[in-house]
């Protein structure tokens, strides 16, 4: 009977784990004393005075509400409360050292799942290429990879690394800069040929304009100008998405003019189907960002992808 009590109320400290935040206190060195048969032996392998091991485990009886040790001046022995903790307690501890030395034997070898979000532009214009050198180097990594422009919630999702194209809204996590790549003002010649070519920045004003947005937000669009100083143009955009081969996909079809990395729209640049425009006014650089939650205790295989993304980009 009293087994079964103990078992019950053991159950009943699992599933209220987050009201007894001591649940574990104590259950090294109660096994510890057991193992060595004494208090003092196990305050001397511990690091403590045989009378603070004392006073734990009588913290240990209390807590329970039920005495684990019969003790006499000489010697030790377990009541049956205690032998039934025991034997629970020696396989949880067992298990800890086991699950530590795992980790230990790992070290910084990368393994495990990585949960990645990177944009589709980034996706088809670098990453495709990569992935198979990056499966070949790290065997043990397994890749769960997100190719959307949606804005994901890393936290939340259990991602594990970001990558974004453009400026950032601010952020608590960690952002580290990989590579530039040139932004592009585009349309096809169809449109120009309807609509003539602007020459000026704020030209763009009386264009139809196709303009990503994550947030549906963008106000304006910025060119270095010709005497150093930063052009500013308000934009009201016929179309506003969050995805790039929808942005090129209507310029092509003669809808507007859009900016894009140069990397996403250079076979179409080299056929001719779209024309870069405003190149008097070169667009500043587009950067590639990848993104983390911190950097400490950072896991190997976060880590790994960080250090091949930018060895692959460099």
């Excluded at 599933?15 to 001397?44: I, P, Q, R, W, Y």
């Excluded at 795992?102 to 990645?116: A, K, N, Q, V, W």
Aim: proline share 5%; net charge negative; with cysteine.
């Amino acid at each position: 009977m009293l087994y079964w009590t103990l078992i019950a109320q053991s159950e009943r400290h699992i599933f209220h784990m987050d009201h007894n935040k001591d649940l574990f206190d104590g259950m090294v060195l109660f096994c510890t004393v057991v193992a060595h048969e004494g208090m003092s032996a196990a305050a001397k392998l511990l690091g403590h005075t045989p009378s603070h091991v004392s006073k734990e485990i009588a913290r240990l009886e209390a807590r329970l509400g039920t005495r684990l040790l019969n003790r006499t001046t000489r010697r030790i022995s377990l009541t049956e409360s205690g032998r039934i903790y025991y034997e629970n307690a020696r396989r949880i501890v067992e298990d800890a050292h086991a699950v530590q030395n795992r980790l230990h034997s790992i070290g910084d070898r990368p393994f495990g799942e990585l949960r990645m979000s990177v944009p589709v532009v980034f996706a088809h214009g670098w990453l495709n290429d990569w992935l198979p050198e990056f499966l070949e180097r790290y065997p043990e990594v397994d890749l769960h990879i997100d190719i959307s422009e949606r804005r994901a919630d890393m936290i939340g999702e259990g991602i594990d690394l970001l990558v974004r194209i453009g400026n950032l809204p601010p952020s608590d996590l960690i952002a580290r800069e990989i590579f530039r790549t040139q932004g592009l003002t585009v349309a096809s010649p169809a449109y120009l040929k309807r609509n003539g070519t602007p020459r000026h920045p704020n030209d763009l004003k009386d264009y139809d304009l196709i303009d990503f947005s994550f947030h549906g937000i963008t106000q304006s669009w910025t060119y270095p100008g010709l005497d150093g100083e930063m052009i500013t143009v308000p934009i009201a955009p016929r179309v506003r998405c969050n995805d790039a081969h929808t942005e090129k996909a209507l310029a092509l079809a003669g809808r507007g003019i859009t900016r894009l990395p140069r990397l996403s729209c250079q076979a179409e640049l080299e056929a001719g189907t779209l024309v870069p425009i405003l190149q008097d006014f070169g667009e500043q650089p587009v950067s590639v960002h990848v993104i983390y939650a911190s950097r400490d205790n950072l896991p190997a295989k976060t880590r790994a992808m960080i250090d091949f993304l930018v060895e692959k980009s460099g």
